[in-house]
Nanobody
Framework: QVQIVESGGGLVQPGGSLRLSCVAS????????LRWYRQTPGKPREFVAL???????NLIGSVKDRFTISRDNAKNTLFLQMNSLKSEDTAVYYC?????WGQGIQVTVSS
């Protein structure tokens, strides 16, 4: 079973940046589609971004000019670089690797 450790969240002011990371113990990491989701209280989990094994990316419209998803297959690590953060980006962010969820990490954008 895939094990995942997320890191990189925290409190940031509007306009600031954060980089989230997910490190996975997964021998098939480089063959997998990898995804980021986020969730706010009382709402369903929302898809944010994906990256294919070949590196093609897809992000939702509200973040595509501000966020970048990337992967380092040599280190079994998935990233989400978040720039120009807005208050509406506040959520718990989850990575999904091999049908396994990370533990979730809080991102709070507030002045």
């Amino acid at each position: 079973q895939v094990q995942i450790v997320e890191s990189g969240g925290g409190l940031v002011q509007p306009g600031g940046s954060l980089r989230l990371s997910c490190v996975a113990s997964d021998r098939d990491f480089n063959t997998r589609m990898l995804r980021w989701y986020r969730q706010t209280p009382g709402k369903p989990r929302e898809f944010v971004a994906l990256i294919t094994p070949g590196g093609t990316t897809n992000l939702i419209g509200s973040v595509k000019d501000r966020f970048t998803i990337s992967r380092d297959n040599a280190k079994n690590t998935l990233f989400l670089q978040m720039n120009s953060l807005k208050s509406e980006d506040t959520a718990v962010y989850y990575c999904e690797i091999g049908m396994t969820w990370g533990q979730g990490i809080q991102v709070t954008v507030s002045s």
